[in-house]
């Protein structure tokens, strides 16, 4: 080999280096195809996914995580905002009770507390028992936990949003607390154990004549950056812990909630339409949790009942969203429900993706949509022409990251060739 190509070539393999040390580690945007056996290929705020039972066998990076919508119009009122909510969000599959066996019962969700807040989520459902001298998050009946229904001890998932709390600093979070517990001030000593109650909103400062809520940035400067409501009443008088239903309108959970153009309040709320509640929640979960089922769920028809209840509640768009495996969806999933309120509820925009930062209220930036990828994964194996060539652009798509490795390997042939 010549000396000059010799050098051409170690340069050639140099510059590849650095160049693929720039490259992202993951690249693949929503609705293109990713494979569930990569891990982090599609971008941030992506995962990989199918939904088998809409006929979507083809997996494509879908959504898990809203877009921040204080990054676009901050300083509104708390309730000019929507969150992300999760049902039962202690209820992984796969727990173990204090035991050792399963806990009995399907999940609800797929990810942990943590992992749940670092996707975006905002507003937590947890379940709080009496339990071994302490207060645990059951999934449980008869208003009783049991070793079968245990999931963990109530710290540990309020250390999580602890820790989250403390590392995001302009940050708010909601916990919506099933309440079983009734041991004089259960609530209180669990919450101070885990370091949490600093950063508790005071219930002295939340409106109940349906005004709007303090602005964020009031709550941020104030580090009240947690709210706690409690589904039983008499906590507000022994505990200063917010009734929910003092402040929030809720419509039905399960199956009776999710018929189409239907969003009736659940017994325990006032209707939907009462705005002496600023605060608005909408449940949107089977009754009972159904991992494949929750991916049609959480798609179109998450998006047409987030528009009923918006109708019901008297015109107001859902300041919660709840469902179950928020993962899950053909697409843009709960996060795009989520963004859909956040639009119409901070810039008057269909999604808060339109809007414009710092722009008069219905100034918005609306993208032409280029037509989706097809649904079914166009893969045969058993047919040679179209088989093979999917399977080879299939991998192409999937190895973006290492193509500069492969050209200089490919040019260093070429050039020893010479
Ligand atoms: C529940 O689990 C504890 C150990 O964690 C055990 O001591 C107790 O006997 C169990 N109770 C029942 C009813 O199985
Ligand atoms: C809320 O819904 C329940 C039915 O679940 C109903 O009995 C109750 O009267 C409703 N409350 C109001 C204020 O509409
Ligand atoms: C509120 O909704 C109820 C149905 O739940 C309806 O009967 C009532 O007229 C509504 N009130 C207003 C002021 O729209
Ligand atoms: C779960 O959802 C799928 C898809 O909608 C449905 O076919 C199935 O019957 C559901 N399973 C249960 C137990 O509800
Ligand atoms: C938007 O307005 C805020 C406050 O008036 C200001 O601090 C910020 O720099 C503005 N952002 C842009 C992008 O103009
Ligand atoms: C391969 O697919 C093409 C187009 O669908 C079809 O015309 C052809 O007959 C198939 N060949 C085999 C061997 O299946």
């Known amino acids: ?40 290929q599609c971008d941030a705020g992506l995962r990989c996914g199918t939904c088998p039972a809409s006929g979507n066998t083809r997996p494509r990076c879908t959504r898990v995580k809203p877009i921040s919508p204080t990054s676009k119009v901050n ?18 599959s796969g727990s ?18 943590a992992s749940q807040l670092r996707n975006g989520v905002r507003g937590l459902m947890l379940d709080m028992y009496d ?7 059951c999934h449980s009946f008869g208003g009783k936990c049991y070793n079968i229904t245990a999931y963990q001890p109530a710290i540990n998932v309020l250390r999580e949003i602890l820790k989250f709390l403390e590392a ?21 000593k669990v919450f101070s154990a885990s370091g949490l109650t600093r950063y508790m909103f005071p219930l002295s400062r939340m409106p109940r004549d349906g005004g709007d809520w303090p602005t964020v940035t009031d709550m941020v400067t104030q580090n009240q950056r947690l709210l706690v409501f409690t589904s039983k009443s008499t906590k507000e008088a022994s505990e200063s812990i917010a009734y929910e239903w003092s402040f929030v309108v809720e419509n039905q959970y399960g199956n009776e909630g999710q018929v189409s153009g239907s969003c009736r309040n659940r017994s325990e709320s006032s209707a939907m339409n009462t705005t002496s509640r600023s605060l608005v929640l909408q449940n949107f979960f089977s009754t009972n949790p159904n991992v494949t089922g929750a991916c049609i769920d959480n798609s179109a028809s998450l998006i047409s009942m987030t528009k009923t209840c918006q109708q019901a509640a008297g015109g107001r768009w859902p300041n919660y969203i709840a469902v179950d495996f928020y993962q899950r969806s053909d697409g843009g999933g709960a996060p795009e429900a989520v963004d859909i309120a956040n639009g119409y509820l901070t810039c008057g925009c ?12 219905g100034t918005c930036d609306i993208p032409v949509l280029s037509p989706p990828p097809p649904a079914q994964l166009q893969l045969d194996d058993s047919n040679e022409s179209f088989g093979g060539f999917g399977l080879i652009s299939f991998a192409i798509h999937t190895t973006a990251q290492p193509r500069w490795l492969y050209f200089t390997i490919f040019t260093t042939l070429i050039l020893l060739g010479i």
């Open 168 to 188: 995001n600093p302009t940050e708010i979070v909601t916990v919506f607390i099933e309440d079983y517990v009734t041991s004089p001030d259960g609530l209180t």
């Open 75 to 92: 300083g509104l009122p708390f309730n000019r905002y929507s969150w992300l909510t999760t049902h039962n969000s202690y209820a992984l």
């Open 131 to 137: 339990f071994n001298n302490d207060i645990w998050m």
């Open 350 to 361: 269909p999604n808060i993706a339109y809007c414009r930062t710092n722009a008069t209220f």
């Open 1 to 40: 080999m010549h000396h000059n190509s010799f050098i051409l070539v170690i340069t050639i393999i140099l510059f590849a280096s650095i160049l693929s040390l720039f490259q992202p580690s993951s690249s693949l945007k929503i609705g293109e195809t990713c494979s569930m056996d990569v891990e982090n």
């Open 96 to 113: 173990k009770s204090p035991e050792g066996s399963p806990v009995l019962g399907p999940a609800n969700q797929e990810d942990d507390v």
